[in-house]
């Protein structure tokens, strides 16, 4: 199986910048998409940012512009660089590994357990 550890997440005034990591970690595997998704009080779970490993991006709306999404896939490591944040950012920020294969199995989905992000006026 594989593992995602995220990190990075804290406290911020508005305006502020943080950038997240989420590493991988197991056998025999390799992620074809990886992304963020973020889950604020009372709401759902929503797609960040999502990157291909042929560096294909995509984000939401309401981050574009502020937040950009990279990979190092020597590493097996994704970033969220988050920048002119604002309150409404504010939410537990997970890592999500997709069209995973491990071994001879491809389509394993795997979770990170999520980094809180604070943002404060």
């Known amino acids: 199986q594989v593992q995602l550890v995220e990190s990075g997440g804290g406290l911020v005034q508005v305006g502020g910048s943080l950038r997240l990591s989420c590493a991988a970690s197991?056998?025999?595997?390799?992620?074809?998409?990886m992304g963020w998704y973020r889950q604020a009080p009372g709401k759902e779970r929503e797609l960040v940012a999502t990157i291909t490993s042929g560096g294909i991006t995509n984000y939401a709306d309401s981050v574009k512009g502020r937040f950009t999404i990279s990979r190092d896939d020597a590493k097996n490591t994704v970033y969220l660089q988050m920048n002119s944040l604002k309150p409404e950012d504010t939410a537990v920020y997970y890592c999500?590994?997709?069209?995973?294969?491990?071994?001879?199995?491809?389509?394993?989905?795997?979770w990170g357990q999520g980094t809180q992000v604070t943002v404060s006026s």
């Open positions: 999500k590994a997709s069209r995973v294969r491990v071994g001879s199995v491809y389509g394993y989905i795997f």
């Open positions: 197991g056998r025999g595997f390799s992620i074809e998409v």
